[in-house]
């Protein structure tokens, strides 16, 4: 009896384990398509949806750069192929924002420029994603929102339902990152701009992840006496964000 209990025991912790493994290769009856993180993330499941939503801001580029490129992961369900396999994407309209329009804010995805890229290679599962933004007056008074699914075709039915769409927010205004902390307080592109204008660092995305606790912790101190020092000179006066809120820090 107890050689039994260590036997299914065994089975299961085995079973935990492949599902975790396989969670890309769920599907063996034919050939999906699928959304998912940075390769190197792939059998972690706490990323699995890291990318969903990214954002991107054309305010720190000088203003020779028209436009950009914002990669996504997307990943080929049940195994290589002997030859290469395109797959399509769509944009799917957002109710109650600012949609992206293609040939205004971004690059069509039908576009020879764009769409010879969204193809699996032979003898792989991955592919990076090019989404190419344009950087068109109207961004300087408001942020676009493209959501893009993939769908099937003759090469690809679909994968799992929560990876089938991605959606990116760009802007050519100061536009709150991703990552940004509770620890910050209530964002507000005032405060953002206090921020790097107090520290000399963009505070984007990119500076976000890459700050260690004792560098946050500093930083935040700095950015926090930089208030009560502007406050104080300016008696009667708070600094204020868009709303005219006053700006706090928890």
Request: net charge neutral; with cysteine; charged share 20%.
């Amino acid at each position: 009896m107890k050689r039994s209990k260590y036997i299914i025991a065994f089975i299961a912790i085995a079973l935990i384990t492949s599902c975790k493994q396989d969670a890309y290769q769920l599907f063996n009856d034919v050939a999906r398509i699928q959304f998912g993180p940075d390769i190197s993330l792939i059998y972690r499941p706490e990323y699995s949806f890291t990318d969903t939503l990214k954002a991107h801001t054309f305010y720190y580029d000088g203003t020779g750069i028209q436009q950009d490129t914002v990669f996504y992961d997307i990943y080929a369900v049940g195994g290589a192929s002997k030859s290469d396999r395109a797959f399509k994407l769509v944009q799917e309209q957002v109710p109650n924002v600012t949609n992206a329009v293609a040939g205004t804010h971004f690059v069509a995805f039908n576009n020879p420029a764009v769409s010879k890229h969204y193809v699996i290679k032979a003898g792989s599962v991955h592919s990076s994603i090019p989404i190419i933004v344009l950087r068109d007056a109207s961004l300087k008074t408001t942020t676009a929102t493209l959501k893009f699914n993939v769908v099937a075709n003759e090469h690809f039915q679909l994968g799992e339902i929560r990876n089938l769409w991605r959606k990116l927010e760009f802007t050519d205004r100061l536009l709150r990152p991703v990552a940004w902390k509770a620890g910050y307080g209530k964002y507000s592109v005032a405060k953002h701009k206090f921020m790097i204008d107090t520290t000399g660092e963009r505070w984007d995305q990119l500076f976000i992840n890459g700050l260690v606790p004792d560098m946050e912790s500093y930083y935040l101190a700095v950015i926090k006496i930089a208030l009560v020092d502007y406050n104080n000179a300016h008696s009667g006066n708070p600094l204020e964000d868009e709303d005219g809120q006053w700006i706090e820090f928890p």
